[in-house]
């Protein structure tokens, strides 16, 4: 099975900071990785797809990137109604999740 | 837009079946053209994607779970469904239907239902 390691688990960040999380795979997964967010008490809702698309609606201060085992997901100015759980999913298999980002108000 | 809501029981007893099921409106299961997952979050935890259904009834699951899954599809009544056998207090969750143009990302999710495993 592919593992997807997410860090950090959790982070403190200010609106407007430029907020940065890593995903790394075990094994080169081309461009196979979603990212998502999830509000509490909420389904989570796709941000990009194929590591570096965003889906139609969403701001574009969202961005992703990486390619084989190391990807990034980039929030460029946060804004209140980010605060949220971010995930990252692989699908180079059956769909696996990484651990999840915590993002929470400093 | 496709929507989706989960029904079933709340409470299981262990080493009993749980059976949940999604309904969907906005769109046609049987038209094609969409996958069909259900997906899982331990609560305070992450999430595990359990297996998809296409239209034409084929199926890929998780195979850490896949002795114990079966997921169906109903087109007439457009809803899929999910049966896990044997569970235990491990697969106390919430569980989510999703689906999606492809099995590689969920674009659209239902709200979530809560099942206990407990005696």
């Known amino acids: 099975d592919i593992q997807m390691t997410q860090s950090p688990s959790s982070l403190s960040a200010s609106v407007g900071d430029r907020v940065t999380i890593t995903c790394q795979a075990s094994?080169?997964?081309?461009?196979?990785l979603n990212w998502y967010q999830q509000k509490p008490g909420k389904a989570p809702k796709v941000l990009i797809y194929?590591?570096?698309n965003l889906k139609t609606g969403v701001p574009s201060r969202f961005s992703g990137s990486g390619s084989g085992t190391d990807f990034t997901f980039t929030i460029s100015s946060l804004q209140p109604e980010d605060f949220a759980t971010y995930y990252c999913q692989q699908y180079d298999d059956f769909p696996f999740f990484g651990g999840g980002t915590k993002v929470e108000i400093k | 837009q496709v929507q989706l809501q989960e029904s079933g029981p709340g409470l299981v007893k262990p080493s009993q079946t749980l059976s949940l099921t999604c309904t969907v409106s906005?769109?046609?299961?049987?038209?094609?053209?969409?996958?069909w997952s259900w997906i899982r979050q331990h609560p305070g935890k992450g999430l595990e994607w359990i297996g998809y259904?296409?239209?034409?009834?084929?199926?890929y699951y998780n195979p850490s779970l896949k002795s114990r899954l079966t997921i169906s599809v109903d087109t007439s009544n457009n809803q899929f469904s999910l049966r896990l056998s044997s569970v235990t207090a491990a697969d106390t969750a919430f569980y989510y239907c999703?689906?999606?143009?492809?099995?590689?990302?969920?674009?659209?999710w239902g709200q979530g239902t809560l099942v206990t495993v407990s005696s």
């Open positions: 999703a689906s999606g143009p492809t099995w590689t990302h969920f674009d659209f």
């Open positions: 194929d590591a570096s």
């Open positions: 906005g769109g046609s299961i049987g038209s094609g053209g969409h996958y």
């Open positions: 259904i296409y239209f034409s009834g084929g199926t």
């Open positions: 094994q080169d997964i081309s461009n196979h």
